[in-house]
């Protein structure tokens, strides 16, 4: 299985943003598929770990399609809320993961840690693991990271999740404030792909 380059993948999110992003990463001779054409509901992600978690996907998805699947788990994780909200960084935003609800979320939590907070550079990354499973094995599964800071305003039209509130090290905008190209550049997604890319 891991000596033949994969042909065909089925993405393992139901998350919009997500599935464009990892699409746009894949080579194009690559033929995807997503979890919205099998009508295919998330499993249970009762990991303890980013990694965990994006192989519960990863396998689930294969399962259930037969299909070699991509699966990403991913999250924010701020220092000074020691990692929150981490693995949890979507069901911040409620039952609809919305991420506007998330967000003020994240401002209401620094507030209580540190009234002062927007005059600091408050610490924080974005964990991706990325993870490769046929049925119940695993092929690969690996960590990205890019480390950055919080905007004390949400700012930026562009990305989904907490790209708003974002900014990469040694940059000013956030990430919803750069062109997609920009972006996939420099974001947790493309450092874990860069691990994972031999297999296509």
């Known amino acids: 299985m891991q000596n033949k380059k994969i042909k065909q993948i089925l993405i393992g999110t139901n998350n919009k943003g997500k599935l464009r992003e990892i699409r746009d990463l894949l080579p194009k001779h690559i033929k995807t598929h997503s979890t919205a054409k099998f009508k295919l ?9 980013f990694k ?8 689930y998805f294969s399962r259930k399609t037969n299909l070699i699947c991509l699966a990403d788990d991913s999250g924010l ?16 935003g ?17 507030n209580i840690k540190d ?7 408050i610490k924080a990354r974005f964990v991706c693991a990325l993870s490769l499973s046929f049925l119940n ?3 690969a599964c690996v960590l990205g ?8 305003v949400a700012k930026g039209k562009n990305g989904f999740g907490y790209d708003p509130i974002f900014i990469p090290k040694k940059r000013k905008k956030t990430f919803a404030e750069m062109k997609p190209s920009q972006k996939y550049k420099l974001d947790h997604r ?4 860069k691990k994972i890319k031999r297999f296509f």
């Open 145 to 152: 990271t890019v480390e950055g800071y919080i905007s004390n």
């Open 115 to 121: 009234k002062n907070w927007k005059n600091k550079k």
């Open 41 to 49: 509901k998330s499993p249970r992600e009762d990991g303890k770990t």
């Open 77 to 92: 994780e701020i220092d000074l809320l020691n990692k929150k909200p981490g693995i949890y960084s979507s069901r911040w």
């Open 137 to 139: 094995e695993e092929i």
């Open 94 to 110: 409620g039952a609809k993961a919305d991420f506007n609800k998330a967000i003020k979320r994240v401002f209401r939590e620094l």
């Open 52 to 59: 965990e978690n994006s192989l519960i996907k990863s396998k």
């Open 190 to 193: 493309y450092q874990a792909f």
